[in-house]
C-alpha cells in the first residue's frame, strides 16, 4: 500500500540552504511542497515568483501560514526552518502545538536560556514531531567512523584533531545578520557543526578553552578561533577554524558535500585512538590489528585498511536527513537530533564565548 506524500513547507527557501532543501523536497519521491514563505532575510528576493513558477501557496511569513493552516485553506504535515539563527527559537514556539513536524535548521538556538525556553514550550506539544538539521550526521563519513568509534576498532580514542579554514566571500557579509555577533560568526554558524559531530561520536564536551585570533573584516563577529577541548568520556583535542583565510582545509572542501564548493581533499579531522586512527575524508585506518602485542609500537610498520568506506554512498546527506524527517513525520522514528540533543552543541558554543571573555577553561553547562 502506498504511503501519501509528506506535504512539507519551507521558510527561508531563498537562503543558502534553504535552495538546497527546496530541491530536496521537489526531488523526493515521498514529498511533496506544501508552500514557501519568507525569512527575514528574503525581503528583497523571488519568492513570490518561485512559489508562482512552482505552482504552490506563497506567504509572506509564518504567522500567515499558520492562519491559513488553522483555517483549513491549506495542507501541511511539516515545516523546514531555513531561516536566520536568531528566528528559529521564537518560529519554532509559534508552531509549537499545531501538530506539524518541524525541521529547524542548526543551530537551534543562540543562547542556552533560549534554547531551555524552547525545550519547555515543545516538550508539552504531544502531537508535534522537532526535529533539528545537523545534517552531518547523515553524511556517510560521519556513520563510517561512528562506526568504527562504535565498533571498537579505534580502541579507546584519546584525541581529535581538526581544522576547518576557508575565505568566505564578501558578498556573504553582506546579509546584515551574518555580521552581528550572537547571530553570525564562526563559532555560531560553523564550529557548531563540528561540535555537534564529535559529540555525536564521542559524547559529552565538558570543558573548553578558546582563543581568538585577529579580526580582518570591520564587522564584530567572530572569525578566526583555535579550541581546546575535553570530552566527559576522556578525549581532548583542539579544533582550528577560520573564514578569513585562503585555504583548501575545510570539511566540504575535504568531502565535496557542498557543490557550491571546491574540492581539495585535503585531511579536516582525525580520531586517534590506542588500536588505531582514521582520517575525513580518507576514511584509511592505521592499526596493528594482525601484528603481536610486542610489536604493536612505532618500531613496527603500520597496516592500513580501507574497510570504512564501505559505508559510503552518493546519497547527498540532505536528501538523506529528509527521509529520515518524513519517517520521523510518520512516526516511523524517532528523529536523529532531538531538541535536546541539538542544545548540548549550544551549550559547548556559549561556553566558547564565555571563555574568550574570561581567558581561562570553562566548564559546559547540561539540561
Known amino acids: 500500500m502506498l504511503k501519501p506524500k509528506i506535504r512539507i513547507a519551507i521558510a527561508g527557501s ?17 514529498a511533496v511542497l506544501a508552500a514557501i514563505m519568507l525569512a527575514i532575510s528574503d525581503c528583497d ?15 509572506k511569513d509564518t504567522l500567515d501560514f499558520i492562519e491559513a493552516y488553522k483555517a483549513g485553506s491549506l495542507g501541511a504535515d511539516a515545516i523546514i526552518l531555513a531561516t536566520p539563527t536568531h ?29 531551555r525556553d524552547l525545550l519547555r ?50 558578498s556573504y557579509f553582506q546579509v546584515p545578520w551574518r555580521q552581528r555577533v550572537g547571530a553570525g560568526g564562526v563559532i555560531l554558524t560553523n564550529a557548531i557543526h563540528e561540535i555537534d559531530m564529535l559529540q555525536y561520536w564521542l559524547g559529552d564536551i565538558s570543558e573548553v578553552y578558546a582563543l581568538e585570533g585577529v579580526k580582518t573584516r570591520p564587522f564584530p563577529v567572530d572569525s578566526t578561533v583555535q579550541i581546546t577541548l575535553k570530552f566527559a568520556s576522556g578525549p581532548i ?17 575535504a568531502t565535496g558535500e557542498n557543490p557550491d564548493f571546491p574540492v581539495t581533499g585535503e585531511p579536516t579531522l582525525s580520531l586517534f585512538g590506542t588500536r588505531g586512527s582514521i582520517s575525513i575524508p580518507s576514511l584509511t585506518r592505521f592499526h596493528y590489528d594482525n601484528r603481536p602485542d610486542a610489536e604493536k609500537n612505532w618500531n613496527f ?11 559510503l554512498d552518493t546519497v547527498p546527506p540532505f536528501a538523506r ?6 519517517a520521523a513525520t510518520r512516526r516511523e522514528v524517532e528523529p536523529n537530533c532531538s531538541i535536546s540533543e541539538a542544545l548540548s552543541a549550544v551549550f559547548v558554543v556559549e561556553a566558547i564565548f564565555k571563555s574568550l571573555e574570561s581567558h581561562s577553561p570553562v566548564a559546559v553547562d547540561r539540561l
Not at 527559537?89 to 543562547?111: C, D, N, R
Not at 583542539?238 to 583565510?245: G, M, N, R, Y
Not at 536527513?321 to 518524513?326: M, V
Open 121 to 170: 514550550a515543545c516538550q508539552d506539544d504531544e502531537g508535534g514531531v522537532y526535529m533539528v538539521g545537523h545534517h552531518r550526521r547523515h553524511h556517510g563519513q560521519v556513520r563510517a567512523v561512528k562506526h568504527a568509534v562504535d565498533s571498537g576498532s579505534l580502541g579507546t580514542v584519546v584525541g581529535v584533531n581538526g581544522v576547518w579554514t576557508w575565505r568566505k566571500s564578501e
Open 45 to 59: 528576493s523571488n519568492v513570490p515568483g518561485v512559489a508562482k513558477q512552482l505552482n504552490v501557496p506563497f506567504f
Open 321 to 326: 536527513q529528509l527521509q529520515h524527517f518524513i
Open 87 to 115: 528566528t528559529h527559537v521564537p518560529l519554532t514556539k509559534q508552531l509549537a502545538g499545531l501538530g506539524l513536524a518541524v525541521l529547524i535548521e542548526k543551530p537551534v538556538a543562540t543562547s542556552a536560556t533560549e534554547g
Open 301 to 311: 610498520p603500520l597496516e592500513m585498511d580501507d574497510t570504512a568506506r564501505q559505508l
Open 237 to 253: 583535542g583542539s579544533f582550528f577554524l577560520s573564514d578569513a583565510t585562503t585555504s583548501g582545509t575545510s570539511w566540504e572542501a
Open 14 to 30: 531563498s537562503g543558502v540552504i534553504g535552495q538546497r532543501h527546496l530541491q530536496h523536497v521537489l526531488e523526493e519521491q515521498d
